[in-house]
């Protein structure tokens, strides 16, 4: 069992940028493949982004490529999102997640933070 806790958010203009940071405890980290979530109100939780164990497999939703870049660093126990050219739209609670699987996509996540706030200012 991993335990995460997501911090980074806050809120920022349309156009502009920021950084997610998932900590993870655990000495297992590496063995699971990891992922971004976000939840806005009124909607249901929909898949953002996920990485694999290694890091050489990513995974986006098309509604983020090219603007949103996943990435880890094994060694600190940190999943990282980076968020470009945010939008309105982009406002939403935001979560990390993680599978002990080698197959990267948005199914199966079983251990979840307790999320942190984006808001995107027109």
């Known amino acids: 069992q991993v335990q995460l806790v997501e911090s980074g958010g806050g809120l920022v203009q349309a156009g502009g940028s920021l950084r997610l940071s998932c900590a993870a405890s655990?000495?297992?980290?590496?063995?699971?493949?990891m992922g971004w979530f976000r939840q806005a109100p009124g909607k249901e939780r929909e898949f953002v982004a996920a990485?694999?164990?290694?890091?050489?497999?990513?995974y986006y939703a098309n509604s983020v490529k090219g603007r949103f870049t996943i990435s880890r660093d094994n060694a600190k126990n940190m999943v990282y999102l980076q968020m470009n050219s945010l939008k309105p739209e982009d406002t939403a609670v935001y979560y990390c997640?993680?599978?002990?699987?080698?197959?990267?996509?948005?199914?199966?996540?079983?251990?979840w933070g307790q999320g942190t706030q984006v808001t995107v200012s027109s």
């Open positions: 990485i694999s164990w290694s890091g050489g497999s990513t």
């Open positions: 997640a993680a599978k002990k699987t080698s197959v990267v996509g948005p199914g199966d996540f079983g251990s």
């Open positions: 655990g000495r297992t980290f590496s063995s699971y493949a």
